[in-house]
């Protein structure tokens, strides 16, 4: 049984194979997209409260003919002690499919690991591969001629990813970047090194050297095609907020820094963002801003992994 737990869980000709689908998806939208979950529901697992993520994968859900079934955790006997294990036995003998929010990644790897059905992580706090696959399709439906090979078009490219560089999206952009052939310098304070785990994870796909750390915000922005940036306090960091800005504020993207990078670079942002933390508003409102095509694409692009992951022999 295949699962999207991590970006590399997908192979570089699956993942071209994806986003061609992404694409052929977003263009049949409201005429024609293939009911490849008819008859199914799919359930979505949330330990941490979502816009975008929500919204993306119940929309989705039902446009590819399926039933999205919502379970708060706290909802739910995972909430009250049940097993991890046991949920994940449970839920398969009732759905088709496991869409998973929340904090612990081993959370997500147990359920995969003791279900019979496909599990998407929707994000954990080390990782948060829908998004990252979601923006590098973004990235290049405008980098790929057209009707050509999006997958090929990230080759080469550079990713400049600024302030918390220990966050999930640092880690799913580094794992992600190297997946598809980029480059990725990060620029964040001092104690905010990617971890060793993920270190042990890039060593063990092969990705020696998989990025570039510096604490010099324009030195990681030079000749940079895409600016990106996220929030600095994440969730359940918010005791750590008051620090946190006041350590990571020479990393805040400004119109200058923003400048910086190559005069055609794209900025993004995965959202929320908080303006004038992270990013101002005038780059927010920049033309090469791309903030809300990322955020539409959140379902287009998982509508192809759910179409992806639906079509495999049930366990």
Not at 64 to 72: C, E, V, Y
Not at 218 to 227: G, M, P, Q
Not at 246 to 265: C, G, I, R, W
């Amino acid at each position: 049984m295949k699962h999207f737990l991590k970006e590399t869980d997908f192979k570089p000709r699956e993942v071209a194979e994806i986003f061609a689908l992404a694409r052929e998806l977003k263009q049949k939208r409201g005429r024609h997209t293939p009911p490849v979950l008819q008859h199914q529901t799919w359930a979505m697992i949330f330990s941490k409260s979502s816009t975008r993520t929500r919204v993306s994968f119940e929309v989705g859900i039902h446009e590819l003919g399926g039933n999205p079934l919502f379970l708060n955790k706290g909802d739910i006997q995972l909430g009250r002690g049940e097993t991890v294990a046991d949920t994940a036995r449970v839920l398969s003998r009732f759905v088709h499919g496991l869409i998973v929010r929340t904090f612990d990644h081993a959370e997500v790897e147990e359920l995969a690991r003791a279900g019979s059905i496909p599990v998407i992580n929707a994000l954990t706090d080390f990782l948060h591969p829908c998004q990252i696959y979601t923006d590098a399709f973004t990235m290049a439906e405008r980098w790929a001629p057209k009707g050509g090979d999006l997958f090929a078009s990230l080759k080469g490219r550079k990713i400049a990813f600024l302030g918390d560089t220990a966050c999930n999206m640092a880690n799913s952009w580094i794992l992600g970047a190297n997946l598809f052939g980029m480059k990725i310098s990060l620029a964040g304070p001092k104690g905010f090194e990617p971890p060793k785990e993920l270190d042990a994870l890039l060593a063990k796909e092969g990705f020696a050297g998989g990025y570039e750390f510096t604490t010099d915000a324009r030195e990681a922005v030079r000749d940079a095609d895409v600016v990106y940036t996220d929030v600095w306090v994440s969730m359940g960091k918010e005791a750590e907020a008051a620090e946190r800005i006041k350590t990571m504020s020479p990393y805040a993207v400004t119109a200058e820094l923003f400048a910086a990078a190559k005069p055609d670079a794209w900025f993004m942002h995965c959202l929320p963002a908080y303006v004038g933390k992270e990013v101002t508003q005038e780059v927010l409102d920049n033309p090469r801003s791309i903030i809300f095509d990322q955020a539409e694409n959140r379902l287009h692009t998982q509508k192809a992994i759910m179409a992806v992951l639906a079509q495999q022999p049930r366990a």
